[in-house]
Nanobody, 119 residues
Framework: QVLLVESGGGLVQPGGSLRLSCAAS????????MGWYRQAPGKERELVAI???????TYGDSVKGRFTISRDNAKNTVYLQMNSLKPEDTAVYYC?????????????WGKGTLVTVSS
């Protein structure tokens, strides 16, 4: 099991930047997949960015070229640098971890942090 705590959300103007953090309660070396999803009002939760297979990164189409996922293994923390923010980026951003156990993936979620992009 792993506890995930997000931080860094807030209100930002269009074109601005935010950096989100997700701190895990265990070494992220043992987490098979870790990253970020988001959910806007009335929409399904969607992939933002995620590490899989240790270091492979995958980005959602809507954020490619604007968002960057990174990690600090010593701090058990994954980051999401968000640049050139748009109003449509407004959503609750959730940290996600997938842990492989007995050949089954267990998913864990943080409580989320709200990002609002508005002038």
């Amino acid at each position: 099991q792993v506890l995930l705590v997000e931080s860094g959300g807030g209100l930002v103007q269009p074109g601005g930047s935010l950096r989100l953090s997700c701190a895990a309660s265990r070494s992220i070396f043992s987490i098979n997949a870790m990253g970020w999803y988001r959910q806007a009002p009335g929409k399904e939760r969607e992939l933002v960015a995620i590490f899989t297979s240790g270091s492979i990164t995958t980005y959602g189409d809507s954020v490619k070229g604007r968002f960057t996922i990174s990690r600090d293994n010593a701090k058990n923390t994954v980051y999401l640098q968000m640049n050139s923010l748009k109003p449509e980026d407004t959503a609750v951003y959730y940290c996600n971890a997938g842990i492989l156990s007995d050949n089954r993936v267990m998913n864990y979620w943080g409580k989320g942090t709200l990002v609002t992009v508005s002038s």
